[in-house]
């Protein structure tokens, strides 16, 4: 393939949040690039581009039947929100053998790390002894073996294994925790080769001392784990919500931990920003942060990395691997179930 035409067409995200300096040069390197700039591409540039486009790399890109025809080039289609849109006809693209990536595999090492920093804040009560010392109402060395635990040999249990939990769980290892999961789309193999037991459901949330939730949505999963799911978790268990509130029933996590039975850390929330007179603002089981596990500086930049890789296995004529790859199986479950919109929302109040 000789050197593709990029429409690089981010906008709501920021280019420096997707690639570092010396990546953003690599793909001007390597690509012609349309547009890529920190702004809405024009309607008659988006138009002329994909005469000649054989990449299209969007926050949110509209591909349906009329679009492929007008992009006769067209070889593959980036997204840069975190989540396959409703927005891309995928049967269409997939007869016209056009791939469509996610780029959800980029947050995998930003949200691991805030991921570890929920587990052992939330396990060594740092939080509520913080809160406790700005109150004067501290325990000076004192245990606290109701809620605060060790991560060393700890019975950790996600919920949804795939590239975040992966590497939370290789950050974990010298901890030595046991690890379970519960992921209907996991082979049994991968499980056996990185030290996973798989169980069901009920089964972790009864055997964990900490709960990952790190699952992408889906039309299936929607409020997985509610009231009865948590009712089986070990009083004082510590549940980490780190991938989206579409996982649970929230109404139930706020009352699990209200009550004391459980507390949670969580960065992902129903309705963002949060009301500031919500409850759960007063909530003492409860370590909240606002949406940012991957929020730091260049945290989203192995995004950039990764694009680079998967257009350069597409000049090599290779299967593009790693991005996530829109596929039968996963497009179904996941298409249109993530918060891309809501995170725009959230963007544009910057």
Not at 332 to 342: E, M, N, P
């Amino acid at each position: 393939m000789t050197r593709p035409v990029v429409i690089l067409d981010a906008h709501w995200r920021q280019l420096d949040e997707l690639f570092s300096a010396a990546d953003l040069r690599s793909l001007h390197d390597i690509a012609e690039v349309i547009w890529g700039r920190d702004a809405p591409i024009p309607a008659d540039v988006l138009c002329d581009g994909l005469t000649r486009a054989d990449i299209l790399i969007a926050a949110t890109p509209q591909v349906d039947q009329a679009i492929l025809d007008a992009a006769p080039r067209l070889r593959m289609v980036i997204e840069v929100s975190g989540a396959f849109p409703d927005t891309i006809d995928y049967a269409a693209c997939a007869a016209r053998g056009v791939e469509v990536l996610s780029c959800a595999p980029g947050f995998r090492q930003s949200v691991a790390e805030m991921t570890l920093a929920m587990v052992l804040a939330g396990a060594r009560g740092l939080v509520t002894e913080h809160e406790g010392f700005r109150a004067g109402r501290e325990h000076w060395l004192a245990d606290n073996p109701a809620t605060d635990f060790t991560l060393f040999g700890a019975k950790v249990g996600f919920v949804g294994y795939g590239s975040i939990a992966r590497v939370t769980h290789d950050l974990m290892r010298p901890f030595a925790p046991r690890v379970s999961a519960f992921d209907p789309w996991l082979p049994a193999a991968v499980a056996s080769a990185a030290g996973v037991d798989l169980v069901a459901l009920d089964d972790l949330m009864a055997d964990s001392r900490c709960v990952i939730v790190a699952a992408a949505p889906s039309h299936e999963n929607k409020g997985l784990i509610g009231a009865p799911e948590l009712a089986r978790m070990p009083r004082g268990a510590l549940l980490v919500l780190i991938s989206r509130a579409h996982l649970v029933d929230f109404d139930a996590v706020l009352e699990a931990t209200q009550t004391g039975h459980i507390r949670a850390a969580i960065d992902v929330f129903p309705t963002e920003p949060v009301a500031t007179d919500h409850p759960m603002r007063n909530n003492p089981n409860l370590i909240l942060s606002p949406h940012r596990a991957a929020a730091v500086a260049g945290g989203r930049q192995l995004i950039g990395q990764l694009i680079l890789s998967d257009i350069a296995a597409l000049m090599d004529g290779k299967t593009p691997a790693a991005l996530q790859r829109a596929q039968g199986s996963n497009v179904a479950a996941l298409a249109g179930v993530g918060d891309a919109a809501q995170v725009a929302d959230m963007a544009s109040q910057r």
